[in-house]
């Protein structure tokens, strides 16, 4: 049974309202609820013998959605904070310099400046979704990656180190449809402590 997270302390962050955070945080809230509801149909209907249904091929095709729908909620809060700030603003420059991860995006994308300009571009792509910098630990490798509709377009074994949600609930009542205005907000939100954190300590959860 998972257990909803509580991400309170983010109320005040700048470029976010209150009640954008707080709609934001039923939203996915509702994801660990109908997780754990769809985890325990699945485990009663194999207790009674229903596998390989038409029923129970479709809630497994749901399992993906629901459980990524609320992890990368998870990562998405826990990656920013109050007293955030963008990796490439000059006020802000000492919490990356010199660190492993800023090397890395440097040597991915020449600059930092080059590796924000691909993440916010990305970002700011017609549809929805979700944009992560991935790890891939196997190959020392970072990537941007849009992943779509919680369940496509995951890399398979990569560990996400910052996670931008770009559904329109996140950003639609307090930006209406200037989702690079809301880009701007995250970045300046950015928790770049976890992200670092993820980076050094490379697992699959936040």
């Known amino acids: 049974m998972y257990t909803s997270k509580n991400f309170e302390h983010l109320l005040g962050t700048p470029g976010f309202s209150d009640a ?9 809230e509702g994801y660990v609820k109908n997780f754990n509801a769809l985890n325990d149909l699945l485990v009663t209907m194999e207790e009674e013998g229903k596998v390989g249904t038409p029923i129970d091929a479709e809630l497994n095709r749901r399992f993906g959605w629901e459980f990524n729908g609320m992890r990368l909620h998870e990562l998405y809060f826990d990656n920013m904070s109050v007293k955030g700030g963008s990796v490439s603003s ?3 420059d000492a919490r990356m310099d010199e660190s492993a991860l800023t090397q890395k995006i440097t040597e991915e994308w020449k600059s930092v400046e080059m590796w924000e300009k691909d993440f916010k571009t990305m970002g700011a792509m017609r549809g929805i979704g979700w944009i992560v910098l991935y790890f891939d630990n196997m190959a020392n490798r970072l990537f941007n990656v849009w992943v779509n509709e919680h369940d496509v377009g995951h890399l398979a074994g990569c560990v996400p180190l910052l996670v931008m949600d770009v559904f329109e609930h996140t950003y639609i009542s307090d930006y209406g449809i200037k989702r690079t205005d809301y880009i701007e907000a995250f970045f300046h939100a950015i928790d770049w402590d976890i992200v670092k954190q993820r980076y050094k300590s490379p697992t699959l959860s936040s």
């Open 20 to 28: 954008l955070l707080k709609n934001h945080f039923t939203l996915y």
């Open 90 to 92: 000059e006020k802000n």
